[in-house]
T-cell receptor, first 111, second 114 residues
Framework: AQSVTQLGSHVSVSEGALVLLRCNYS??????LFWYVQYPNQGLQLLLK??????LVKGINGFEAEFKKSETSFHLTKPSAHMSDAAEYFC?????????FGTGTRLKVLA | SQTIHQWPATLVQPVGSPLSLECTVE??????LYWYRQAAGRGLQLLFY??????ISSEVPQNLSASRPQDRQFILSSKKLLLSDSGFYLC?????????????FGSGTQLSVL
């Protein structure tokens, strides 16, 4: 069975600083991995996804993630945080018809 | 283009009352449909998913049920709500094939059981 673990339920960064949100996965088959973002009282939007091929995946709003099989990780990064990045971020892995989400990381951006 | 509608946006219900949340998808056929619940600090919990009319898979035994009476309609129900049913409920859909299609989410229903 697939699962994901997000390290850190809350992360604070200063505006302009590097954003790093951590996600580790468990999967018995090559995983399909996703990062979603949720703004308050809204549904989730896809930031990026990894299926096969290039291990560095670029998404919307300047975010990117790197699939590292040896570390079973899929961490999300952004070089320079913006106030508008404040939201909750979810890592997810796809199983058969099912998408399994992590518990989320709430990102706070400090002025 | 495809759209997903979920209503109501907010709902306050007394303990023991029934529940019906509705979700409809437009602009696509044979979608996979999902109900998730989001409780504070607990991420998204998959409740039910459906790969076709009348086909419902339950992920977590609980006080809720789901039905799919039409191809693009997914309903979440309860006969008697519990306090623990409070949360943010999200409907979502994805493409029918097994390719890693992304999930498209509705805007959610905030349910408060008092």
């Amino acid at each position: 069975a697939q699962s994901v673990t997000q390290l850190g339920s809350h992360v604070s960064v200063s505006e302009g600083a590097l954003v790093l949100l951590r996600c580790n996965y468990s999967s018995s088959v090559p995983p399909y991995l996703f990062w979603y973002v949720q703004y308050p009282n809204q549904g989730l939007q896809l930031l990026l996804k990894y299926t096969t091929g290039a291990t560095l995946v670029k998404g919307i709003n300047g975010f990117e993630a790197e699939f590292k099989k040896s570390e079973t990780s899929f961490h999300l990064t952004k070089p320079s945080a913006h106030m508008s990045d404040a939201a909750e971020y979810f890592c997810a892995v796809m199983g058969t018809y099912k998408y399994i989400f992590g518990t989320g990381t709430r990102l706070k951006v400090l002025a | 283009s495809q759209t997903i509608h979920q209503w109501p946006a907010t709902l306050v219900q007394p303990v023991g009352s029934p529940l019906s949340l509705e979700c409809t998808v437009e602009g696509t056929s044979n979608p996979n449909l999902y109900w998730y619940r989001q409780a504070a600090g607990r991420g998204l919990q998959l409740l039910f998913y459906s790969v076709g009319i009348g086909q419902i898979s339950s992920e977590v035994p609980q006080n809720l049920s789901a039905s799919r009476p039409q191809d693009r309609q997914f309903i979440l129900s309860s006969k008697k709500l519990l306090l623990s049913d409070s949360g943010f409920y999200l409907c979502a859909w994805s493409g029918q094939d097994r390719a890693p299609e992304k999930l498209f989410f509705g805007s959610g229903t905030q349910l408060s059981v008092l």
